[in-house]
């Protein structure tokens, strides 16, 4: 069995920061990709960002030099940092990844920013 735990969601500012956290448990768990997605109101889940065990990373185009992805793999968690946050990059936010042959979803957490 495999538990997300997310957290370091909520409100803020236009031009501000936050920094979410995913923490991932179960035993002998190894995650492959890890990530986030979000999903505004009215519109599909995207992809946010993604970190491979390697640490190489993917971002979505929005959020390429404002948010940053990073992972502990001792802890098997992933950290998204937002910076410059925009009232567009309000969504819930989730925690994904992967162990294969499957991929698991965090609860997901709310980032409102506020103009």
């Known amino acids: 069995q495999v538990h997300l735990v997310e957290s370091g969601g909520g409100l803020v500012q236009a031009g501000g920061s936050l920094r979410l956290s995913c923490a991932a448990s179960?035993?002998?768990?190894?995650?492959?990709?890890m990530g986030w997605y979000r999903q505004a109101p009215g519109k599909q889940r995207e992809l946010v960002a993604v970190?491979?065990?390697?640490?190489?990373?993917n971002y979505a185009n929005s959020v390429k030099g404002r948010f940053t992805a990073s992972r502990d793999n001792a802890k098997n968690t992933v950290y998204l940092q937002m910076s410059s946050l925009k009232p567009e990059d309000a969504a819930v936010y989730y925690c994904h990844i992967e162990i294969h042959p499957r991929d698991y979803w965090g609860q997901g957490t709310q980032v409102t920013v506020s103009s």
């Open positions: 970190v491979t065990r390697g640490g190489i990373t």
């Open positions: 179960g035993s002998g768990i190894s995650p492959n990709a």
